[in-house]
């Protein structure tokens, strides 16, 4: 067998610590509360939350923010798996087992004989794969819904919307042209508000997503993404709060509703000029 270069062996002695450090947080015996009373359920949020987090640090380029919050997920990961060992279920071994089949077996391209030309080729490879795996036959891989079905399961509503919009698209359910997305944007708009003039929630929650499902093909149209634009919106907002703190000594509640427009106001001036 061969040796493990240093590199290699800190890697592994830092890993090995980390689990070392969160088996005794979730030990009876003088562990951490907090962490005991969690469940794989529990940590379900914070797992999103920081996969989040992970994405924010990426767009800033900070890298030592990047490590702090691949670090955040990875710990994630490590909890998991430790409950799931508690329980005899798997172990982080398996997980790391798991994924590295996995990958071997998707890329006969690189550990097998199968040639590809292109990465267009290692995706229709890979998709074969994967519905192989899942016991689909090739008819039913086929199938647009289950491809969809599979985004709404797996990503962000945004990310998944995109993604069913895309593919829709692609498929052939798509408008001739943008003034028709536009005429539908102003149909499910006008439903929406309809719907805002009864009593039923169910039926305001689907026109809701109906408009948003409208705006995000528009994006698609315009070659927009709006998961990064809804970051951005987000991101400005907060920095906007930000700075109308600092303009005052007082809690933001204190003051009514003309002078807050006033501070909104002087902080997105500011925020034009830095930027």
Not at 113 to 118: C, I, K, M, N, P
Not at 193 to 210: C, F, R, Y
């Amino acid at each position: 067998m061969n040796s493990l270069s240093a590199t290699q062996q800190s890697v592994l002695d830092a890993l090995q610590r980390l689990l070392e450090v969160v088996a005794q947080l979730r030990s009876p015996d003088g562990g951490c509360p907090w962490d005991l009373a969690q469940t794989p359920q529990t940590l379900m949020p914070y797992v999103i939350e920081e996969a989040y987090e992970v994405v924010d640090a990426l767009q800033t380029g900070n890298q030592a923010a990047i490590a702090e919050e691949l670090g955040d997920l990875l710990l994630q990961i490590v909890l998991q798996t430790q409950i799931a060992k508690e329980h005899q279920d798997f172990t982080l071994e398996d997980v790391a087992e798991g994924i590295t089949t996995k990958l071997i077996r998707r890329h006969p391209h690189v550990f097998g004989d199968v040639q590809v030309d292109s990465a267009a080729e290692v995706n229709q490879n890979w998709e074969q794969i994967k519905a192989t795996e899942k016991g689909e036959t090739p008819e039913q891989a086929k199938l647009l819904s289950r491809k969809l079905a599979r985004y709404n399961r797996s990503a962000p509503p945004l990310v998944a919307a995109m993604k069913i919009s895309q593919k829709a698209a692609a498929a052939g359910f798509e408008w001739e042209n943008i003034e028709g997305v536009w005429s539908k944007f102003t149909e499910e708009l006008g439903e929406f508000q309809e719907a805002l003039t009864t009593n039923n929630k169910t039926h305001q929650q689907e026109e809701l997503g109906d408009l948003l499902f409208t705006i995000i093909n528009l994006a698609r149209w315009y070659d927009l993404d709006p998961s990064v634009a809804l970051q951005g919106t987000n991101r400005r907002f907060v920095q906007r709060l930000e700075l109308m703190e600092k303009f005052t000594p007082r809690p933001l509640t204190e003051y009514d509703l003309e002078e807050l427009e006033s501070l909104w106001q002087q902080a997105k001036i500011q925020l034009k000029r830095e930027s």
